[in-house]
């Protein structure tokens, strides 16, 4: 079992920054890839950045050149540094940890991120 816990949303003005940090816990052992999603009201989750045990990153084309995930050694925390906020980043972030094949799949809380314009 692996628990997680995030943090740093808020409200931020268009243009600025946010730091979303997940802190994990328990089995780590077991995770191959670390990821955050958001959901926004009336939409469906979806992936916006994550990393590999291997340290590959994969984002998605809206948050590229914007926003950058990174981990600790340990992957006991996960980050997601975002920049150049737009309104329409506006959701709330989830952060993931799962298996390789999806044996096992860990989502945190989720930490609300609001731009305004």
């Known amino acids: 079992q692996v628990r997680l816990v995030e943090s740093g949303g808020g409200l931020v003005q268009a243009g600025g920054s946010l730091r979303l940090s997940c802190a994990a816990s328990g089995s780590i052992f077991t995770i191959d890839v670390m990821g955050w999603y958001r959901q926004a009201p009336g939409k469906q989750r979806e992936l916006v950045a994550a990393?590999?045990?291997?340290?590959?990153?994969n984002y998605a084309d809206s948050v590229k050149g914007r926003f950058t995930i990174s981990r600790d050694n340990t992957k006991s925390t996960l980050y997601l540094q975002m920049n150049s906020l737009k309104p329409e980043d506006t959701a709330v972030y989830y952060c993931?940890?799962?298996?390789?094949?999806?044996?096992?799949?860990?989502w945190g809380q989720g930490t609300q991120v609001t731009v305004s314009s």
């Open positions: 993931n940890y799962r298996s390789r094949y999806f044996d096992y799949n860990y």
């Open positions: 990393i590999s045990r291997g340290d590959i990153t």
